[in-house]
């Protein structure tokens, strides 16, 4: 390793930060109604959805009226992913004639994308009509990032209003989401993508010969439009069965480079939406510096633990045991490692090699950033609300430390808030957990694997952490379509997503009808380093106090036994 490999790595927190700054700060305005350089050409069409759909943008709405319709959203992109996954047969934009997808998968797809999860258990070049994965799954892309982006808004005006029984309109947010911040950045990077080489067509996949005379089908498609919002949405959900690694969808460095870019892009900049919003700008870049922390620490870890090689590999010959297994060699090692580590730290669960070839400790690393509830960034949305809900837990921990009622950006800390946070964060780990030992236990669970083993254990945690953290990346070796899978996969992606957030729109609620407590020389400052440092130690605590006995028994066990020489 050289220092010119580490370039990517060196360079990605540095034009992330760039980049997050001002788009936060654009963010603000956004959903503030301010004046933006985009309001000229997008306030018209603007009012005119309000017109068509009958919202009154002036109307807010109380927090569970607000989740109301959050709920109500949801179940309607349910339903209609749904029957459009089995009725595409009979629909247009269908050139490889596909049938209707079986119904546990059409089930499971349909929850995966409109919970932001995006989990694939299919092949979607052998399995979704052009028209399903334009009208169905890129469109969820869209929607489900917006609903992600809403409630993380109405949380930040939880905190800044005082006395108000409302915390802004769920449809308002929704749309502004898509107008202003979702799209113009999706045709940008659909641009770039393009002209990087990313296929973008509804022509049919085209038939090739290969020179011993065998016919080949390629698959092709309107890839660039979905791959772009697949990245800024944190969904993930590729095109084709490869992913981030099909040359089609990721042809080039820069290409790679800029899916991770994208991925982390705006849940790094919510913490500056935050900032702006509160009037409180340090406060949003302590947010940012707790995430970014977590973030270069998985990133090292996994790195290090890549860059060490498989020692059974090196018995054999292979020059310091370099794992080169399950990676794309047009990015390498460290371009992998990268975009393990973000696509896992976000809910996104694009791939750009297989986890499950990953040294096991850095399965553990990856393992862990889902377990904990996506807040290293985390998705679109979420991932402000999860650090936010871990941060009140701080801060409840500090007020026992200190004998005084807990305090977080002016607001008392009550009973209420700590019930609600504690659902936020146990609920998608009991669920992972409790599935997980299902799993293990029955012999539906059992036969989608590949691998015997604490390997095989990995593989089904995985799949539930994926699942329950609203991530969407597979680790590989388990075969996740069937129907106990879909099934058990989709109770875990409604459970994490909705766990998640109505709580937190619950919280939102309670905050904004509280005062504003004035700093006082006994109020403990959450700008600092000391808030940093204990917001990440709680962090790292909490998830491995969950989930320690189960890492030891997968992962952990996994790297013992490969270096006394045994593999799974």
Known sequence: MTLTDLIPALLLPCILTVLAVPLGEFMSKVYSGGHTFLSPILRPPERLLYRLFGIDESEEMSWKTYAWSFVVFNVIGIVALF?????????????????????????????????????????????MSYLTQMLGLTVQNFLSAAAGLAPAIALIRGFSRKGSETIGNFWVDLTRSILYILLPLAVLWSLVLVSQGVVQ???????????????????????????????????????????????????????????????????????????????????????????????????GIILWVEMQGNPLLEKIGVMNGINLEGKEMRFGIINSVLFAQSTTATSCGAVNSLHDSLMPLSGLILMFNMAIGEVIFG???????????????????????????????????ESFEMVMSLIVILSPALLLLIMSSIAISTQAGLSGLSNPGPHGLSEIVYAYASTSGNNGSAFGGLNADTLFYNLTTSLAMLVGRFSTILPALAVAGSLAEKKIVPVSTATFPTTGTLFIVMLVSVVIIVGALTFFPIFTLGPFLEHLLMTAGKTF
């Not at 981030?244 to 913490?271: C, I, R, Y």
């Open 83 to 127: 029957l459009l996954q089995r009725l595409q047969g009979l629909l247009p934009f269908n050139p490889s004639g596909f049938g209707p997808v079986r119904w546990d998968t059409a089930l499971n797809t349909a929850v995966s994308f409109v919970t932001n999860t995006n989990w694939q258990s299919y092949s979607g070049e052998q399995t």
């Open 201 to 299: 067509t509804l022509n049919a996949p085209i038939d090739a010969w290969t020179p011993g005379g065998q016919k080949q089908v390629i698959s092709v498609g309107p890839v660039a439009s979905q791959e772009a919002i697949k990245q800024l949405g944190t969904n993930g959900g590729g095109f084709f069965n490869a992913n981030a690694s099909h040359p089609f969808e990721n042809p080039t460095p820069l290409t790679d480079f800029m899916g991770v870019l994208g991925l982390l892009l705006l849940p790094a900049a919510l913490p500056f939406t935050l900032g702006a919003m509160l009037n409180n700008r340090r406060q949003g870049w302590a947010i940012f510096a707790s995430m970014m922390a977590l973030y270069l620490m998985g990133s």
């Open 379 to 413: 998705g679109v949305g979420t991932g402000l609300i999860g650090v936010l809900i871990y941060a009140i837990l701080t801060m409840f921990l500090a007020g026992l430390m200190i004998g005084r009622t807990p305090e977080f950006i002016g607001k008392k800390l």
